[in-house]
């Protein structure tokens, strides 16, 4: 088994050096280790997975792959970049555009040539259904459950999901999602015998030499500092810079550190430590954005699958299409909240046909018991709406009035305020039918909710092999970057589910193979 403590203090030489363990990093220390290079991955915390392991879904944005291809998919990849290039627009480079959607099915052949490595379709909307060759059911795989026995003692190094690492939840039998991927790359791993694993090591400086190439990595360990040498080049796949409160500031990244889905661990060391010796950078003020319902902890956590329910502002009024996809659900609360419109806490205002508990049933933090969030003052209940606005702060006169329009359009089935349900991802957790459920058993409920993120999505500029650039465009050499480390290829939309994580793998896997081609 490959050792997950760095040892002592001294020098070690490898081919690469991968610096973070998620997704990308794990598919990029996996990569090097089937091509034959020795290969030593560092982990800045105690546990494996960095945000990846968090995922629910563990999700792929892979256009036209083998496993979409097996369930009878007809996409192709020409429709795929169309799409992709509609709602990306020209604020990444084309190329690294183009890089991401043809690289996903390469890169699932490849990893489908180990039985240790598995995946799955789970139909997921492209979340611009009005955008050109969009796909109701999406482009998405995720990764095949594992039981957690497979794992053996790698299961203890494996960052629990975050019930486990919140509230104290027992771990689960089986592995699921995120936690499902990172388990198999790890497992895999530990057949490699040149592939070796330290957590506790956080990264602290690039080493370079005298023409300024990348020649390996300095980590701090419970024994001081200790330098590793990569003969073939480095990996930053860190995640991104969320979890620093400080470097949101100065980049302008709205919400707090708190309130992100990212590990703790995401500090932006990698960020740092690449812009200290040149790398550029972009789309530092962007992240992937959501809607966060606030738990008694006082964090707002990532939510979706809504059922019911409208978002009313500080002036008791619908502000947004409440079932669009979660991104921009929370960018467009990010825009009201700069305008003055909306202010933390806003509220989800629902009746009682599914009872106390909002009708949200994806929380990804997992629900505490009821009375702890109306001790917390989180969630509220009156048996006229009236009382609820005056509960929540908001004018009652309004939120009547607002309640009274919803109802009239959840009647039609059209939402001719913010188009509630017009667009495929709308309709996903409704049957495929309008959203609209009108808000009419009493008592009514509000609970509260913040802005949450699932990681930064700023960070290094690279090339379509994921090498970091510098300003002038030259090539920091010995210097590769993924996943939220990169300046995602993205820009500032979403395009679909598994964009994060797919971007991540992919990067951190074309980096590797660059270096082998060289």
Same mark, same amino acid.
């Given at each position: 088994?490959?050792?997950?403590?760095?040892?002592?203090?001294?020098?070690?030489?490898?081919?690469?050096?991968?610096?973070?363990?998620?997704?990308?990093?794990?598919?990029?220390?996996?990569?090097?280790?089937?091509?034959?290079?020795?290969?030593?991955?560092?982990?800045? @915390?105690?546990?494996?997975?960095?945000?990846?392991?968090?995922?629910?879904?563990? =999700?792929?944005?892979?256009?036209?792959?083998?496993?979409?291809?097996?369930?009878?998919?007809?996409?192709?990849? +020409?429709?795929?970049?169309?799409? *992709?290039?509609?709602?990306?627009?020209?604020?990444? $480079?084309?190329?690294?555009?183009?890089?991401?959607?043809?690289?996903?099915?390469?890169?699932?052949?490849?990893?489908?040539?180990?039985?240790?490595?598995?995946? %799955?379709?789970?139909?997921?909307?492209?979340?611009?259904?009005?955008?050109?060759?969009?796909?109701?059911?999406?482009?998405?795989?995720?990764?095949?459950?594992?039981?957690?026995?497979?794992?053996? %003692?790698?299961?203890?190094?494996?960052?629990?999901? !975050?019930?486990?690492?919140?509230?104290?939840?027992?771990?689960?039998?089986?592995?699921?999602?995120?936690?499902?991927?990172?388990?198999?790359?790890?497992?895999?791993?530990?057949? *490699?015998?040149?592939?070796?694993?330290?957590? #506790?090591?956080?990264?602290?400086?690039?080493?370079?030499?005298?023409?300024?190439?990348?020649?390996?990595?300095?980590?701090?360990?419970? #024994?001081?500092?200790?330098?590793?040498?990569?003969?073939?080049?480095?990996?930053?796949?860190?995640? &991104?810079? +969320?979890?620093?409160?400080?470097?949101?500031?100065?980049?302008?990244? $709205?919400?707090?550190?708190?309130?992100?889905?990212?590990?703790? =661990? #995401?500090?932006?060391?990698?960020?740092?430590?690449?812009?200290?010796?040149?790398?550029?950078?972009?789309?530092?003020? %962007?992240?992937?954005?959501?809607?966060?319902?606030?738990?008694?902890?006082?964090?707002?956590?990532?939510?979706?699958?809504?059922?019911? &329910?409208?978002?009313?502002?500080?002036?008791?009024?619908?502000?947004?299409?409440?079932?669009?996809?979660?991104?921009? !659900?929370?960018?467009?609360?990010?825009?009201?909240?700069?305008?003055?419109?909306? @202010?933390?806490?806003?509220?989800?205002?629902?009746?009682?046909?599914?009872?106390?508990?909002?009708?949200?049933?994806?929380?990804?933090?997992?629900?505490?018991?009821?009375?702890?969030?109306? %001790?917390?003052?989180?969630?509220?209940?009156?048996?006229?709406?009236? =009382?609820?606005?005056?509960?929540?702060?908001?004018?009652?006169?309004?939120?009547?009035?607002?309640?009274?329009?919803? #109802?009239?359009?959840?009647?039609?089935?059209?939402? +001719?305020?913010?188009?509630?349900?017009?667009?495929?991802?709308?309709?996903?957790?409704?049957?495929?039918?309008?959203? !609209?459920?009108?808000?009419?058993?009493?008592?009514?409920?509000?609970?509260?909710?913040?802005?949450?993120?699932?990681?930064?999505? &700023?960070?290094?500029?690279?090339?379509?092999?994921?090498?970091?650039?510098?300003?002038?465009?030259?090539?920091?050499?010995?210097?590769?970057?993924?996943?939220?480390?990169?300046?995602?290829?993205?820009? @500032?939309?979403?395009?679909?589910?598994?964009?994060?994580?797919?971007?991540?793998?992919?990067? &951190?896997?074309?980096?590797?193979?660059?270096?082998?081609?060289?």
């Amino acid at each position: 088994m490959a050792s997950n403590q760095s040892g002592q203090t001294g020098d070690d030489t490898y081919d690469v050096v991968v610096v973070g363990s998620g997704g990308g990093g794990c598919c990029a220390a996996y990569t090097a280790a089937r091509e034959g290079l020795s290969v030593l991955m560092i982990e800045a @915390t105690d546990k494996f997975g960095g945000t990846t392991a968090y995922s629910g879904g563990g =999700g792929m944005w892979f256009p036209c792959n083998a496993v979409l291809r097996r369930a009878g998919d007809d996409d192709t990849l +020409e429709d795929a970049a169309e799409y *992709y290039h509609a709602v990306v627009g020209d604020r990444t $480079p084309r190329a690294l555009q183009d890089a991401y959607v043809t690289g996903g099915a390469p890169l699932v052949d490849y990893l489908e040539k180990d039985d240790r490595l598995a995946f %799955e379709v789970l139909p997921w909307p492209d979340y611009f259904d009005k955008a050109p060759k969009a796909r109701p059911g999406g482009r998405h795989i995720i990764p095949s459950p594992l039981p957690a026995s497979e794992l053996g %003692e790698r299961r203890a190094d494996l960052r629990p999901p !975050l019930g486990t690492d919140r509230l104290g939840h027992p771990l689960p039998d089986d592995l699921v999602g995120g936690q499902a991927l990172i388990g198999r790359f790890l497992r895999a791993l530990d057949e *490699y015998p040149h592939a070796s694993m330290w957590t #506790n090591a956080p990264l602290e400086e690039l080493v370079t030499d005298e023409d300024g190439r990348v020649r390996g990595v300095v980590v701090a360990t419970e #024994n001081g500092r200790r330098t590793v040498t990569a003969r073939a080049g480095v990996v930053l796949a860190a995640g &991104g810079f +969320e979890a620093d409160d400080e470097m949101r500031a100065q980049h302008g990244v $709205p919400g707090t550190a708190r309130d992100t889905m990212g590990p703790w =661990g #995401n500090l932006g060391a990698a960020h740092r430590a690449a812009m200290a010796i040149g790398a550029d950078t972009d789309l530092m003020s %962007e992240a992937w954005w959501s809607p966060g319902m606030t738990h008694p902890d006082g964090r707002s956590a990532f939510a979706l699958w809504f059922t019911g &329910g409208i978002f009313v502002n500080d002036s008791g009024n619908r502000f947004v299409n409440e079932s669009a996809p979660y991104d921009r !659900l929370g960018r467009d609360v990010i825009d009201r909240m700069a305008d003055g419109t909306v @202010t933390l806490p806003y509220w989800m205002v629902y009746d009682h046909k599914e009872g106390d508990v909002p009708p949200v049933h994806a929380t990804n933090v997992p629900y505490s018991p009821t009375e702890e969030y109306v %001790e917390a003052g989180l969630w509220r209940t009156a048996d006229t709406l009236e =009382g609820l606005a005056e509960q929540i702060g908001v004018p009652a006169e309004a939120l009547v009035a607002t309640v009274e329009r919803y #109802n009239k359009l959840a009647e039609t089935g059209v939402d +001719e305020d913010f188009g509630r349900g017009d667009e495929a991802y709308d309709r996903a957790f409704a049957g495929g039918k309008s959203p !609209l459920v009108p808000i009419d058993t009493p008592p009514y409920h509000a609970a509260a909710f913040g802005i949450s993120d699932l990681g930064t999505k &700023g960070g290094l500029r690279t090339d379509t092999s994921g090498r970091v650039l510098k300003a002038d465009g030259s090539v920091v050499a010995g210097l590769f970057a993924a996943g939220n480390t990169m300046a995602a290829p993205s820009g @500032t939309v979403y395009p679909g589910g598994g964009n994060p994580i797919g971007t991540s793998m992919l990067f &951190g896997h074309l980096a590797v193979r660059a270096m082998t081609e060289r």
